[in-house]
């Protein structure tokens, strides 16, 4: 288990512990954000979490928010909390340089739609966090804090990491396959995928518009759902973003407690990529949950065994559609891994990546009734613990299938193997986001109390 040395150990708070503690005075922003800065200090060197990072402006920022809660005025809701943005998301005040040096210095004029409403709410935003290379499979330079000889998974690298860290409390990420779940696995912290088309993607790299979704990390639910509060809003200009007044996570987490879930096994059809020891201790806590809640092992519909693949179509596809021009006016200059999937992008006809297509839905509403009868999918979050060597963050085989489907999903640090954290994942209906919070602090809460 990670520690912390500094002084007087501000940088462990979650993110509504420090609001709470600002809110009473018994802290300032200044406080946090000093404290935030010194972990970084003694830790960036082994962690190598930040790509941009500016502890000046950040303090001058938190002196700010401490002078107008002092004039009466608290600000939104992460009114002077730290938070660090992955560096796909555009910053008019870092600049933004999606993994690659063939953006080395680009400096956006304006914010990302995430961005605005995170300077909205009063969250101090600390800098930009590393990604995997055009938020694909080129691993960054950041290092897993349980062991840096490890990944830290991938592409959402420096903002997990972070986070585990206690660097900073909150963070986004974003994810089109495994993004932000696998890292959250990996490093131990809380990783939430909302449902697809929940957080307005305008002013972030276009990987795959079928699949791109924002999310973050944090050290707890509720910290998450702050978070999520903080930067829904509709935005006209996004075209995948769903209409209508989402639910408050916050309130929906406050309400009335949690019946005792309903919980549906699901190893799905990446199961047989897991590693023994992955599956053994997975197997062990469903078996062990199961003593405390009704759990169901469904089939899956007809047609599963293909998704993982269809997943991938759509992906490459759009990945060869938007960073093919990339890569062939700058030979030598991206990853072999992503040459590759360019290549294998190309080979796939616009009859193939239709078919892909029209198949997210259907299958989605083939597994739908799973939810008439339960609240949740429990499944695992990654084929194993964090794998050693930083030449490669993993494989996102776990998530992809349930990103595809357009899914709400979130790892839970609840397993452990050789003391390398390993998250448990659940997935809910689509716009059931909040029924899945609660189940994930359910759960979150039967693991305090049983220890």
């Avoid at 512990?17 to 060197?45: F, Q």
Wanted: net charge negative; charged share 25%; glycine share 10%.
């Amino acid at each position: 288990m990670l520690s912390t040395d500094t002084q007087n150990g501000f940088e462990s708070l979650t993110a509504s512990e420090a609001r709470d503690a600002l809110a009473a005075g018994r802290i300032t922003s200044e406080d946090l954000v000093r404290a935030c800065i010194r972990r970084i200090a003694e830790r960036d060197d082994a962690v190598r979490a930040w790509a941009h990072f500016d502890g000046n402006a950040a303090l001058e920022a938190a002196r700010e928010s401490d002078a107008r809660r002092a004039r009466g005025n608290t600000g939104g809701l992460l009114a002077g909390i730290p938070i660090g943005v992955k560096d796909i998301i555009d910053t008019k005040d870092f600049p933004t340089e999606l993994g690659s040096e063939i953006f080395a210095g680009r400096q956006p004029s304006t914010d990302a739609f995430v961005v605005s409403r995170l300077k909205a709410a009063g969250a101090i935003i600390l800098g930009k966090t590393v990604t995997a290379e055009f938020a694909f499979f080129g691993p960054g330079k950041t290092r897993n804090p349980h062991d840096p000889t490890r990944t830290p998974g991938g592409s959402s690298s420096g903002s997990a990491a972070a986070v585990a860290d206690f660097q900073v409390p909150l963070a986004l990420g974003t994810q089109t396959a495994g993004s932000i779940i696998r890292p959250a696995s990996y490093c131990g912290v809380v990783g939430f995928k909302p449902t697809f088309g929940y957080v307005s993607r305008t002013g972030v790299l276009e990987q795959s518009a079928p699949l791109d979704t924002i999310g973050g990390y944090a050290r707890s639910v509720e910290d998450i759902a702050l978070l999520l509060d903080a930067i829904e809003g509709f935005d006209v200009a996004d075209r995948d973003m769903t209409a209508g007044r989402k639910p408050w996570l916050s309130d929906a987490l406050r309400a009335a407690p949690m019946h005792t879930p309903r919980l549906a096994l699901v190893k799905s059809p990446a199961w047989p990529n897991g590693d023994a020891q992955m599956k053994a201790a997975f197997e062990l806590f469903a078996t062990r949950l199961g003593r405390d809640v009704e759990m169901t092992e469904p089939d899956l519909p007809s047609g599963f065994d293909e998704i993982v693949r269809l997943q991938q179509i759509v992906q490459f596809t759009d990945i060869a559609r938007n960073y093919g021009p990339i890569a062939d006016a700058n030979p030598g200059r991206v990853s072999e891994k992503l040459i590759e999937v360019i290549g294998e992008g190309r080979s796939f006809s616009d009859a193939r990546y239709d078919e892909a297509r029209g198949k997210q839905d259907l299958l989605y509403e083939a597994l739908r009734p799973i939810f008439d009868d339960n609240d949740a999918i429990l499944t695992p979050a990654a084929a194993g613990i964090a794998p050693v060597g930083l030449a490669s963050t993993g494989s996102p085989m776990f998530n992809g299938l349930w990103t595809y489907l357009g899914m709400p999903c979130i790892s839970l640090p609840l397993l452990q193997i050789d003391g390398l954290p390993l998250g448990v994942q659940l997935v809910g209906a689509r716009g059931d986001d909040a029924r899945l919070l609660r189940v994930a602090a359910w759960m979150m809460e039967v693991r305090r109390r049983k220890g």
